[in-house]
């Protein structure tokens, strides 16, 4: 199981939460060095918030891995009863 962490960015149009996706030692998969903590502003609301494109890639060719032969039900998210 992997675990997600939003790293705060500033950017050109204002900060921004990037979610990431860690591995077991708490390093994201895309290899950036995660080191803001996420923050609330000081009126309460979420900055925008984003994932990170290569963490989400190898999460996915994980699934698609761990999918590879399964029956096709199973490829498609569907449950048994």
Do not use: I
């Amino acid at each position: 199981m992997y675990n997600m962490r939003a790293d705060q960015l500033t950017t050109e149009n204002g900060p921004v939460l990037l979610w990431h996706v860690l591995d077991h030692d708490d390093f994201s998969l895309c290899g950036r060095p995660l080191t803001r903590k996420a923050t609330v502003t000081p009126e309460g609301a979420m900055e925008r918030e984003d994932y990170c494109h290569l963490c989400m890639e190898v999460v996915a060719a994980v699934v698609a891995a761990s999918l590879a032969g399964a029956p096709t039900d199973a490829q498609r998210g569907e449950r048994g009863a």
